[in-house]
C-alpha cells in the first residue's frame, strides 16, 4: 500500500468525525435549549452579569443572525450572540453565552495560547488563501512552490492547534463561573458539560484533518523530490 493510499485511509474517517461532530454539536444544542435553567437567567444577563463581575464593564453585547454563529471579537471587544442564545434561558444558551465571556476574560488577562493566536491571525488569513494555490502551481511549474504551500498551509494547522488549548479554557472558565455564580446548580452542570464538549469535539476533528492533511501533502512533497 502506498503512502499516499495509507493516508487517505487515515483522513477520510477524520473527515466523517467532522461531519458528525457538526452534526451533534447542532443536535446536543437543541436538545438543551429544551431545558431550562432552574435560575430562571438568559443567555444575555448571564454573560453580562459575568462580564461585569470579572470589571468588562466596556465589552458590549450584540445579537448577530444564524444558530451558533456566537463569538467573541477581541478587535472590537464586542461579544456576538446568536438571538436564541442571547434571549434563551436554557442550559444551551447559558452554556454557550458563558463560553464567549471565557474568551473576553481571556483577551483580559492575557492569555498566552489566545494572545498568540490574534497575532498569527493576520498571517494565517493570508497562509490560508495563498496555501493551495501554491501547491496546485507546484505541481506544474516548480517542485519549489509545493514546498512552499505545505509551509503556508502548516501555519493554518498550527492556528487550529494553537485554538484547541483556547477553546477548552474557555469552556472550564466558563463552567467554574456557572456554578459559583449560580446561572446553574451542580445537577445542571452535566448538560452543560454535554453543550461545551460537543462544541469542543468540532475543533478536534477539524485540527485532525488538517494535520494529516499536512502529513500526506509532505509525504507527497518527499516522494517528488
Known amino acids: 500500500m502506498s503512502f499516499n493510499a495509507f493516508m487517505y485511509i487515515l483522513i477520510i474517517p477524520a473527515f466523517i468525525l467532522t461531519i458528525w461532530a457538526q452534526f ?96 498569527i491571525f493576520p498571517v494565517v488569513n493570508f497562509a490560508s488563501g495563498v496555501a493551495p494555490f501554491l501547491i496546485l502551481a507546484g505541481f506544474f511549474f516548480s517542485h519549489t512552490l509545493i514546498g512552499l504551500g505545505i509551509l503556508f498551509f502548516a501555519v493554518t494547522v498550527i492556528f487550529q492547534l494553537i485554538t484547541l488549548p483556547v477553546e477548552f479554557n474557555a469552556s472550564n472558565r466558563a463552567r467554574e463561573i456557572m456554578v459559583s455564580e449560580g446561572y446553574i446548580t451542580n445537577e445542571e452542570e452535566r448538560g452543560v458539560g454535554k453543550v461545551l464538549n460537543a462544541a469542543a469535539l468540532t475543533y478536534v476533528a477539524a485540527a485532525l484533518v488538517a494535520l494529516l492533511e499536512l502529513i500526506r501533502l509532505v509525504g507527497i512533497f518527499n516522494s517528488r523530490d
Open 24 to 119: 451533534r454539536v447542532k443536535g446536543t444544542f437543541k436538545k438543551w435549549s429544551e431545558v431550562p435553567v432552574n435560575s430562571g437567567i438568559t443567555g444575555y444577563q448571564a454573560a453580562r452579569h459575568m462580564l461585569d463581575t470579572h470589571g468588562l464593564h466596556d465589552v458590549q453585547i450584540v445579537t448577530v443572525p444564524g444558530t451558533l454563529s456566537d463569538h467573541y471579537n477581541p478587535v472590537n471587544r464586542t461579544v456576538a450572540l446568536s438571538e436564541d442564545v442571547y434571549y434563551g434561558n436554557s442550559i444551551s444558551s447559558v452554556s454557550v453565552a458563558c463560553h464567549e465571556i471565557g474568551h473576553a476574560i481571556q483577551h483580559q488577562q492575557a492569555y498566552p495560547m489566545l494572545a498568540l493566536r490574534h497575532k
